[in-house]
């Protein structure tokens, strides 16, 4: 589904509740070390829709995937740590069912009072999970009689809880999902402009897609992180040891083309911050982009790209953000990808970040709850702006059927 389209779903406002049994699919496939959720965000950020249904004295089964166990029981990757967070939240007891659907789910669900939330095991375990299958598609069928869907990082994955399923049941979309596809959605119809877009990360490779569909739409993009060598390259220009696709510089050359054709304003770094080794403490300067010297990498934009990229937020309407603009993840070069998200933060334009890790760098920062929205999508984020139809999204009921 596209953005043109994207606010005509269902909502759970558009459906009677009481005393159903409700199936919500979430998207808690969270960062984890060991048993201790890193980021927790994702189960924060379906609370209100679950709390919605629970206030309205639906009976409510959860269910997510959880990594990729790939059709077989993974001890680590039970669900028993979510439910136990999403209980925290609620302020109540999520119990767990002990399968995926079957027996267990169903006498579980069956045993739910009104405002009761329970959860299945994760839904992965299932091999029909992500083929789609019938049968699983039917089992889950059993155990509600509305399907949720607030799961919008996995839109994308035409699966048996994502799509499958709401051919079966009655299906809308949680207030995650319909706020994500309407903050999201604007950027690719009438935003606010200036609409600028900022595109970082390490990998071109990865960022195609949603380059050229925002080229197309965009009053400026700037690229940034390692991926801004592979377009240096592309001009002819050395990048010393930096990351560079060499794969990918004809794509780059392809794209420089492109936007001067249709007279976009694509942008790239002025400046980097460049090391002889990519390590916290690393001594560091600042060069044009021109000059990067041989033995030298570049980790971060420099403070003249920073200043320029700021004045472009400054002066938008709307900024689109995907991808950290250094290796933020050493703190000596989050320093572009801070000052920028600073300079945002302050800006008046309507602000949209996607993509996990840059999402979880503004979260470290402290800086995610001065941006409009940030997305809880990583590969469905940039789907979405790349303009194609996301299989979880389409199958939900139109608010004019
Ligand atoms: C994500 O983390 O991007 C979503 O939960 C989808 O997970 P997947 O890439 O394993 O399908
Ligand atoms: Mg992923």
Request: proline fraction near 4%; include cysteine.
């Amino acid at each position: 589904m596209t953005g043109a389209t994207a606010t005509a779903k269902r909502g759970i406002d558009d459906i009677q509740v009481g005393g159903r049994r409700v199936l919500v699919r979430v998207d808690f496939n969270v960062p984890m070390d060991g048993e201790r959720i890193v980021d927790d965000r994702r189960i924060q950020a379906a609370v209100p829709t679950i709390q919605a249904l629970r206030d309205r004295g639906g009976r409510v089964v959860v269910v997510t995937h959880f990594g990729r166990p790939k059709g077989k029981e993974v001890e680590s990757l039970r669900v028993a740590p979510l439910a136990a967070r999403l209980g925290e939240l609620l302020g109540i007891e999520v119990p767990v069912a002990a399968d995926s659907g079957g027996e267990a789910s169903r006498a579980l669900a069956d045993s739910l009072c009104h405002g009761d939330v329970c959860m299945l095991e994760n839904i992965r375990f299932d091999p029909d999970e992500e083929a789609n299958g019938e049968r699983l598609v039917g089992r889950l069928a059993l155990l509600a009689d509305l399907f949720v869907n607030d799961a919008f990082g996995a839109a994308h994955r035409a699966h048996a809880s994502t799509e499958g399923i709401a051919h079966r049941l009655p299906a809308v979309a949680g207030r995650l999902m319909q706020r994500e596809l309407e903050m999201l959605g604007s950027v690719l119809v009438s935003p606010q402009r200036p609409l600028v877009a900022i595109v970082g990360g390490a990998k071109i490779s990865s960022k195609l897609g949603v380059v050229r569909s925002l080229l197309s739409r965009v009053d400026t993009l700037w690229v940034g992180g390692a991926m801004a060598c592979t377009f240096y390259r592309a001009l002819g220009e050395e990048t010393g040891t930096s990351l560079v696709e060499p794969d990918q510089v004809d794509t780059a050359v392809s794209l420089l083309e492109e936007a001067r054709t249709n007279g976009a304003d694509l942008r790239l770094p002025v400046d980097m911050v460049v090391v002889a080794e990519p390590r916290a403490g690393a001594e560091s300067e600042a060069v044009a982009w021109k000059a990067i010297p041989p033995d030298r990498m570049a980790v971060d934009v420099g403070p003249d790209t920073v200043r320029q990229i700021a004045e472009s937020c400054a002066g938008a309407g709307t900024v689109v953000w995907n991808g950290p603009l250094g290796i933020y993840e050493i703190d000596d070069f989050a320093v572009g990808t801070r000052a920028v998200a600073e300079a945002l933060a302050a800006s008046g334009a309507t602000s949209i970040v996607g993509g996990g890790d840059l999402a979880a760098a503004l979260d470290q920062l402290g800086l995610a709850d001065r941006i409009t929205h940030v997305s809880t999508g990583g590969g469905a984020t940039l789907e979405f702006l790349e303009g194609r139809t996301l299989p979880g999204v389409a199958a939900l009921l139109d608010r004019d059927s």
